[in-house]
């Protein structure tokens, strides 16, 4: 799965909706990103991937790349 712009771009305006207005802390966002970058690196990665990969394709309803 290649994760596209549009999406890193999509979820970054939603982190900072939640910074902007629903009070997350900068430390928040910095735990979070060390969590995912952590996970990224476990036997975890490939099914969260997958989960992923399924989700976007069941709301874009095209098959991935």
Do not use: E, K, N
């Amino acid at each position: 799965m290649t994760v596209s712009v549009p999406l890193v771009a999509v979820l970054g305006v939603v982190a900072f909706l939640a910074y902007r207005y629903m009070g997350l802390r900068v430390w928040h966002a910095a735990v979070c990103l060390l969590f995912g970058f952590f996970l990224a690196a476990t036997g975890a990665a490939p099914q969260i991937r997958h989960l992923v990969a399924g989700i976007l394709t069941w709301l874009t309803g095209s098959p991935p790349h």
